[in-house]
Structure formats: structure tokens, C-alpha cells
């Protein structure tokens, strides 16, 4: 499956790259760096089926950098191309160096766990992948979790592109996010992120229904949007 995947991601930055002299070298390039990725994810633990799922993840978007590099290769940019490949090199390494030396860090926010609710006994979870994107932020909707006090849990995680051009502007859900199927809007009494590469988040809700059949989160700030219409009778797993 990693391997599909890295083919995929690298044919998909080759398919706008018109040099095509320049196909091998950019491959093998791409090739190496997310080997890195995925050697040092592993090295920390990680399984190796997520480890070559979240190295493509972190190489960023394929056609944005496919794009961008076949600005750099043309046919007349493809005489001087050791100087432009020792800047597209360079461009990489200021952005995957701080992902490799995260460490502990690392470990803590992306595979470590959340914070515990001690206000009551959870009840139920519920696993999901809901993803969106905003500009080059990644939003991914990990986990819902309902305790007896009726507080509802979001679990999420936020990561930027590796390519990011990102003015470096914060992402969080808060209150005004939440709804239920009829329209009844619910703030958190409490919350949080962590810090590094990737940010791993968590939304309390209060006084959230039992008997409420679904969880709504419509994202909606300066025309960055998206919505998620999570179903709370599926998928879950009582405790």
C-alpha cells in the first residue's frame, strides 16, 4: 500500500513536469525524502503501514509542487538545473529537517494520547476520518467521545503542507462550530492543542443530548469552510 501510494504521489508531480530529462533525477529526489520520512517515523515507532501513509501526507500536495517545479524545469532552465535542483533541495530541507528532529515532541502530539475528561465516565466513541483542507492546512475529525455528563468530545489534528505558503494564520474549532440535526448550537467549556508539526486538538461540548442522532461541525471563518455531518448511531463502540 506504500508503495502504490509513493508511485502515485511521484507520477502525479512528474505528469506536469514537461522536461522530461529531468523526470529521473526529480524522482529519485522525491523518492529519497520521503524515504527519510518514513525511516525515521518508523525508527519512532510508528507502524509502518501508517509511517508510508503519513510520508506522502507530509511531502504536501503533489500537483502544487509538480506545478512549481515545472516552472524551474524548462527546457532552457534544464543547462543550469545542478543550480536550480540545489534549490528546490534546499527548499525541502528547511521544511523537513524541523519534521525530522521533532523527536519526543513528535511523538507526543501526533501518536502519543489526548488529554483525559474528568468531568464523567465516557460512555461511548466513535472512530472516524473526516478530512478537509483550508489554504494549506490539513484538518482531519479523528474521534467523537460521549460521556455520562453529557459532554461531547472532538478529537482533531492539524498539520500544514510541507510547501506551505501559509501566512501562518492559527486553526481551531470552537464554539459556534457545533450542532445537532435540529439546529441547536453547543459552545466547549473547555479545550486545547499541542504544539509541533502536528497539532493534535480537543473540543469538550456541554449539555450535548444523549439521544441526539448526529453531530454537525460547520466551519465557517472569512470564506474558509467546511462542513461534517458525523452520524453519532454508527460506528460506536459503548464502553
Avoid: C
Wanted: charged letters at 30%; a negative charge; zero cysteines.
Amino acid at each position: 500500500m506504500a508503495l502504490y501510494e509513493w508511485d502515485k504521489f511521484i507520477n502525479t508531480v512528474l505528469s506536469h513536469v514537461k522536461f522530461k530529462y529531468d523526470h529521473r533525477e526529480i524522482e529519485t529526489e522525491l523518492l529519497e525524502h520521503i524515504e527519510d520520512i518514513f525511516e525515521d517515523l518508523v525508527s519512532q515507532g510508528v507502524e509502518e503501514d501508517e509511517a508510508g501513509k503519513l510520508a506522502v501526507e507530509f511531502m504536501g500536495n503533489a500537483d502544487e509542487i509538480g506545478e512549481g517545479l515545472n516552472k524551474e524545469h524548462g527546457a532552457v532552465i534544464g543547462t543550469i538545473w545542478r543550480v536550480l535542483r540545489a534549490l528546490v533541495l534546499f527548499m525541502i530541507i528547511i521544511n523537513i529537517i524541523p519534521v525530522l528532529n521533532i523527536g519526543i515532541m513528535f511523538i507526543s502530539t501526533v501518536f502519543g494520547t489526548y488529554r483525559d475528561w474528568d468531568g464523567g465516565e465516557m460512555v461511548y466513541k466513535i472512530k472516524i476520518e473526516e478530512k478537509a483542507k483550508i489554504d494549506d492546512t490539513n484538518i482531519l475529525i479523528e474521534e467523537i467521545r460521549y460521556y455520562d455528563d453529557k459532554t461531547m468530545e472532538v478529537r482533531y489534528k492539524v498539520w500544514d503542507d510541507i510547501f506551505s505558503r501559509s501566512i501562518g494564520w492559527s486553526f481551531g474549532l470552537s464554539g459556534g462550530n457545533f450542532y445537532d440535526e435540529d439546529g441547536n448550537v453547543y459552545f466547549n467549556s473547555s479545550g486545547g492543542s499541542s504544539a509541533g508539526f502536528v497539532s493534535k486538538a480537543q473540543v469538550f461540548l456541554e449539555n450535548y443530548p444523549d439521544d441526539a442522532k448526529t453531530l454537525i461541525i460547520d466551519y465557517d471563518y472569512n470564506g474558509r469552510k467546511f462542513r461534517f455531518d458525523i452520524p453519532l448511531d454508527s460506528g460506536r463502540e459503548d464502553e
